[in-house]
């Protein structure tokens, strides 16, 4: 009996139907593998993941390999976007024994949840050296019932190996100029100066490390932080990794060069990416930084936005070609004879040119991704290039269209909310604004419970099974904040404050340290804690972010030293390993700088306020609050402050009051000022 039914992950309902007795991940499950002396077989994926359709279509679909399964195993199914906690501490059990992960990821446990063989994808033969999955569960099945004694040893070692690894947390002590240069300096190191971004292929977005970059140009003025990230943005704005025709990022380019992307678009990846293109507008004032930042934005309302005005975690890769085929890129990619078909002759000359679509094909069959090449010398009248890029989207619009994972993960929406809030207000989008209020009011109303505890995730409204996890606190609570400055709504402070209570109080560990599962969360074979900033901040250093904007506007000296407790990963990793505590650097910049607290007195109504409110929310100095308004209950930086004005303070030095734009943007870092 397949027991996914009633999920409310996407992920786990296109398993509902395979002929696998799947069981979610239950205390149930493992008592059923202790009662019929079986392993438990953990596939653990999610929507987005090529490998895991894969996986599905040639073996799980399959009766014979289903039978096989069923007769020797509990199978257990994970979506790890729902069960971070469980992909993580199994993961770092994969990659330390194997050296390498990924998913899907299949792992074999004992009924006491102890990993003893592992692996990624199996295919249903033999080939490239990897063994069928038919001949691994044969072989598991063999090792369980012949060599009972050996396994139970080593899955007694690898649980006892794990329960002494420790993330590198090094000292507690806040890092310092130092520390920031040579992780400047590292990053230099790394940088691909020819098409930007880091390291070779495949090439990952690097949004955390772009963002420590244009905070450490504010806060130095060095020119060669900003021009790294100024250049990686560009890059990746005129790749294939960028969506020409309809905004949003992919997940990751397959070469070094931003040509071809894994297709799959992530909304934490479009939440990061549209903050970062808004903040480097912000500091240069590039048309492109704006074009890009809006684009992106858009594509999350338009595309990744539910009913109840939360945002999809993700679109497939995959979807169905001209043939009916389910291929990667399907939707995204044009042949010189589509480009015709659409759009004449003389326009599809135009268009190949414009966007470098090639005979031969930059991508699969002869087809390309769009890219936008710099020097290709073609000369095009913008209002013709905006028709063609409207007609091929139409068109396209009417290609069969990738699948959407649309279960609502309070993270990556926290993490939305704080790019839609500032994007609308840099640009003068209150739409923009209006949605990631919407997406904040789902999360309190429907994944925070009277005791302030937030709920993973919900889909169609109907919140999931799962507890939020550190990086769900630290992120919505970011968006919160982000969302009372400009708003001036004192309440999303509130909010982000209940959030925080929670991290100090349930997830905080000894010297500064964090664990990414709550002292009271379901007891996995490890607690998870990983500082270390991939695909998203970490929930270690976004709690720091957080608690450190929350300090500056509260004067709480308890959410100021967690901050810089926590920051002491920062200054242990930053310079050994800058691409990887990107977010953790950018929050140390903030703490370097003050971060600054800017206090704008004044009513909604009256314009000159209003103002000076714009003009405190365009400086670029590193982490600075802005509150805005004229009651002190609502933000403890306002009160005692009775005069219209701006008041700028940095650690417990304040400027005089101002009424000046020019004056307020000098102490604010205000481009040109």
Known sequence: MNRLADATSPYLLQHADNPVDWWPWTPEAFEEARRRDVPVLLSVGYSACHWCHVMAHESFEDEATAALMNEHFVNVKVDREERPDVDAVYMEAVQAATGQGGWPMTVFLTPDAEPFYFGTYFPPSPKHGMPSFPQVLEGVRSAWTDRRAEVDEVAGKIVKDLGERTPALGTSELPGEEDLAAALLGLTREYDAVHGGFGGAPKFPPSMALEFLLRHAARTGSEGALQMASDSCEAMARGGI????????ARYSVDREWVVPHFEKMLYDNALLCRVYAHLWRATGSDLARRVALETADFMVRELRTSEGGFASALDADSEDAH???????????????LREVLGEADAGLAQAYFGVTEEGTFEEGASVLQLPQDNGTVADAGQIESIRARLLAARAERPAPGRDDKVVAAWNGLAVAALAETGAYFDRPDLIERATEAADLLVRVHLDDAARLARTSRDGRVGPHAGVLEDYADVAEGFLALASVTGEGAWLDFAGFLLDHVLMRFAGEDGTLYDAADDAEKLIRRPQDPTDTATPSGWTAAAGALLSYSAHTGSAAHREAAEGALGVVKALGSRAPRFIGWGLAVAEAALDGPREVAVVGSASD????????????????????????????????????????????????AAPTTDTGVLGEQVGVRGQ
Do not use: I, K, N
């Open 607 to 654: 314009p000159a306020a209003r103002e000076l409110w714009r003009t405190a929310l365009l400086g670029t100095a590193p982490g600075a609050v802005v509150a805005f308004g004229t009651d002190g209950t609502e933000f403890p930086l306002l009160a005692d402050r009775p005069t219209p004005a701006a008041y700028v303070c940095r650690r417990f030095v304040c």
């Open 324 to 338: 009916g085929r389910h291929v990667e890129g399907a939707y995204y990619v044009w042949t010189p004879g589509q």
């Open 242 to 249: 960028y969506d020409q025709l309809g905004g949003g990022f």
